[in-house]
């Protein structure tokens, strides 16, 4: 069972999920997406919560007022960082994400310790938890078959892209083509007009 919130801090909103447990955010790590934000409390056990970035976002383009309510859902999510003051959130993106057979379920460890974010959270903030409470929605998706459906729309986009590209490329070669023709067609005919009709007389007498 995965959870999801809707934070409606920026327009149009965005969407934040975590698993239920261990085991659905073993499934978040296996089954996620490129465009996926992972966030977890710093050194202390949490959820994972998810937000899903729009095509051509990046981690730098996360608003701060979005930044706040995940942090806040996932510290709101840790049984120790809900007590805690003056916490560390990190996050990074999905793919930074890895993850190696000896691992727990649900632990999770770093490809480049460099592309790891962190936030310091100095409370708990009540009205931003209420407020995505109250959006709180559970759902049993397929996330191998959404992520499979994903790469697929995302083939068929490179494919469409690759078309068109190569369509381009053949209709400026046909006009270079053309233009080419044009320009010795044009010389053709400028030498044509510099011929002369000389007939071998050159007397200026008239019979």
Known sequence: MVFYFTSNVVSPPVTLFMGADKHENEDLIKWGWPEDVWFHVDKVSSAHVYLRLAPGQTIDDIPNLVLDDACQLVKANSILGNKMNDIDIVYTMWSNLKKTPSMEAGQVAFHKDKDVRKVRVAKRCNEIVNRLQKTKKEAFPDLRQ????????????????????KEKEKEEEKRKKEEAELRSYATLMKAENMTTNYDGNDSDEFM
């Not at 697929?152 to 469409?160: G, H, N, S, W």
């Open 146 to 165: 959404e992520r499979e459906n994903r790469d697929r729309l995302e083939r068929e986009d490179k494919k469409k892209l690759l078309r068109e590209k």
